[in-house]
T-cell receptor, first 114, second 113 residues
Framework: GAGVSQSPSNKVTEKGKDVELRCDPI?????LYWYRQSLGQGLEFLIY????????KSGLPSDRFSAERTGGSVSTLTIQRTQQEDSAVYLC????????????FGPGTRLTVL | GQQVMQIPQYQHVQEGEDFTTYCNSS?????IQWYKQRPGGHPVFLIQ?????EVKKQKRLTFQFGEAKKNSSLHITATQTTDVGTYFC?????????????FGKGTKLSVKP
């Protein structure tokens, strides 16, 4: 594809339910990042995948958050037992990591927890 | 932990006025990147600065990287309504060469026609 894609674009869920957010990075990009952006706020780093290396999970806010990247391409961010404070836009980005190349962002998934 | 701070948080200008946002890091940065996020959109890369004291221009936008590589600025000359959005700076995360970025909280620019 031409860019990073994310699905769904919007997700409304009830408190306590689990959600899965998907990210398809640009083909050939070895690095994939997840960020969270609360309304009117900056980008909060969540997790980073680079090739076959162990992911950098240092930004995950709690053990309810987890992410996988299968086959070095598609990634899924899972939030278990969602809480209202999880409501935010979840952004995925990818790049070819070499001296901090620019990151290409997807359109995001807007998550609303009722 | 490492922090990247931006000021101001908001800036309202009249069209044609200049605008500047400042970015400061608690640690020396190997490089700094700038992104723009239009309302309702996603961040889009603008530029990367690597060298101490570097200055780069993109039309009406001027980017500077401080001599100590701990601060940076973005200056827009004669703002236009198309400049509306939030401008973020980002520096490498504390883990060094792994590619992770730490973003500032951004400066939201509004331009009154």
């Amino acid at each position: 594809g031409a860019g990073v894609s994310q699905s769904p674009s919007n997700k409304v869920t009830e408190k306590g339910k689990d959600v899965e957010l998907r990210c398809d990075p640009i083909s050939g990009h070895t690095a994939l990042y997840w960020y969270r952006q609360s309304l009117g706020q900056g980008l909060e780093f969540l997790i980073y995948f680079q090739g076959n290396s162990a992911p950098d999970k240092s930004g995950l806010p709690s053990d309810r958050f987890s992410a996988e990247r299968t086959g070095g391409s598609v990634s899924t961010l899972t939030i278990q037992r969602t809480q209202q404070e999880d409501s935010a836009v979840y952004l995925c980005a990818s790049n070819v990591v070499f001296s901090y190349n620019e990151q290409f962002f997807g359109p995001g998934t807007r998550l609303t927890v009722l | 932990g490492q922090q990247v701070m931006q000021i101001p948080q908001y800036q309202h200008v009249q069209e044609g006025e200049d605008f500047t946002t400042y970015c400061n890091s608690s640690t020396t940065l190997s490089n700094i990147q700038w992104y723009k996020q239009r309302p309702g959109g996603h961040p889009v890369f603008l530029i990367q600065l690597v060298k101490s004291g570097e200055v780069k221009k993109q039309k009406r936008l001027t980017f500077q990287f401080g001599e100590a590589k701990k601060n940076s600025s973005l200056h827009i000359t004669a703002t236009q309504t198309t400049d509306v959005g939030t401008y973020f700076c980002a520096g490498p995360g504390a883990r060094g060469s792994q590619g992770n970025l730490i973003f500032g909280k951004g400066t939201k620019l509004s331009v009154k026609p």
